[in-house]
């Protein structure tokens, strides 16, 4: 099993002008490590159901912009991009930029977005569920085809229509597609049908199952071979110093339902020390899982 990491708070003891230095050592910390994904939140508000929304919260992008500077080796991402936040040409310009600056390291987390309060406060456009599902699919298509050096022609959709798929530089590597939630009928249809990766919760290991079952005849449905998507979840509480036997122990037994990276949120006060002190040795003992 591989190792995640997923910074979703910026509340460092040095305020504002803390941030850049403690994600500078966050990155080098997890490429010390050998971890395998390092990812921050798509929200423009902090989530009420964790912190106050008032609480620090940085744009995506730019900070992963940052990381790849601050970093060689861990795969780098967000999880995950809300489809209504950015149109979906100039959002796959912004993957396809981070990927070159990062050396082909850059993976695209998507979703259809919930966060009403930050959409109503910007003047950010939402839409209702099934059309944002629409919008979601639409986007993944138009990504695809302007990492697609071969075409650079319009794309016509229903919501969505662009003159041109025009992308140069292209990335590095075509940057592989994850995509967040586990509904049934439609996220996990899209995951089959269109992604590397698929991000669950932890919590019920029997609704875990199931929805990897769902995932399963969706792809033998497709013609998509399930081995192939890594199936990923976020972990909470992260484990400390003293609890690291008892996390490896349950997380076992999602390893044993087939999950193959397991997602950890480190303290929003010292990510770093958190990092170096837990994620460090964890990653052998995952690996060996």
């Known amino acids: 099993m591989r190792l995640g990491i997923h910074v979703i ?3 460092v003891p040095d305020g504002a002008a803390g941030i850049a230095p403690e994600l500078a050592r966050v990155g080098q910390a997890v490429d010390a490590a050998g971890v395998a994904r390092l990812s921050v939140m798509d929200h423009f508000f902090q989530m009420e159901m964790f912190k106050p929304a008032t609480d620090p919260m940085l744009e995506g992008y730019s900070t992963l912009g940052f990381l790849a500077a601050h970093t060689s080796a861990v795969q780098l991402g967000l999880l995950v991009t809300g489809v209504t936040y950015r149109h979906p040409g100039l959002l796959a310009k912004i993957v396809s930029t981070v990927d070159v600056l990062s050396g082909g390291r850059v993976e695209l987390g998507i979703g259809a977005a919930w966060y009403e309060r930050e959409h109503l406060g910007l003047g950010v456009p939402f839409p209702p569920l099934s059309e944002r599902f629409e919008r979601l699919e639409e986007a993944i298509r138009i990504c695809l085809q302007m990492w697609d050096p071969e075409n650079n022609g319009s794309f016509e959709g229903k919501h969505y229509q662009l003159a041109e798929t025009l992308c140069s530089p292209q990335p590095i590597r075509r940057p592989p597609i ?10 996990l ?11 669950l919760f932890s919590g019920d290991k029997d609704q875990v199952r199931h929805k ?7 792809c033998d449905r497709l013609g998509r071979d399930f081995t192939a998507i890594d ?3 976020t972990y909470r509480p992260a484990p ?3 609890t690291i036997d008892d996390f490896l122990r349950d997380i076992a037994d999602y390893g044993a339902l087939g999950i193959d990276t397991v997602i950890l949120v480190p303290p929003g006060d010292a990510p770093a020390a958190w990092v170096e002190e837990v ?8 690996a060996d899982l």
């Open 189 to 199: 249809r899209m995951v089959a049908q269109y992604a590397d990766a698929c991000n």
């Open 240 to 242: 400390t110093v003293e």
């Open 212 to 218: 990897l079952d769902v995932l399963r005849a969706h």
């Open 231 to 233: 199936k990923t979840i």
């Open 279 to 286: 994620a460090t040795p964890l990653v052998p003992r995952l």
């Open 9 to 11: 708070e910026f509340t």
């Open 178 to 187: 994850m995509i967040g939630g586990g509904g049934e009928k439609k996220t």
